[in-house]
């Protein structure tokens, strides 16, 4: 099985700045593209960021700018960094996977539990 576990969120005033993490563990043979995603209250699910495996990104537009996303493949582990916050902002973040696990011929999307980022005065 392949895990995705998210940490780094908080509350946090605007302007402020947070780093979100996101490691996968279990068996993995190979990990594709590594994306953020963010859900606030009563909206959809939306992809904020993505990065392949050769490490081009792509920013949803609302955030070009002020979030950075990276990963290190040698500890399966993607981040996020988040710089001048807005209110907006505020949101659940998932980080999501797309796995070859070990052994298996097939690559699937993995999604982690979420990370709560507040943006509050």
């Known amino acids: 099985q392949v895990q995705l576990v998210e940490s780094g969120g908080g509350l946090v005033q605007p302007g402020g700045s947070l780093r979100l993490s996101c490691a996968a563990s279990g068996s993995i043979f190979r990990i594709n593209t590594m994306a953020w995603y963010r859900q606030a209250p009563g909206k959809q699910r939306e992809l904020v960021a993505a990065?392949?495996?050769?490490?081009?990104?792509n920013y949803v537009d609302s955030v070009k700018g002020r979030f950075t996303i990276s990963r290190d493949n040698a500890k399966n582990t993607v981040y996020l960094q988040i710089d001048s916050l807005k209110p907006e902002d505020t949101a659940l973040y998932y980080c999501?996977?797309?796995?070859?696990?070990?052994?298996?011929?097939?690559?699937?999307?993995?999604w982690g539990q979420g990370t709560q980022v507040t943006v509050s005065s």
């Open positions: 990065i392949t495996s050769d490490g081009s990104t």
């Open positions: 999501a996977a797309n796995v070859r696990p070990g052994a298996a011929v097939y690559t699937r999307d993995y």
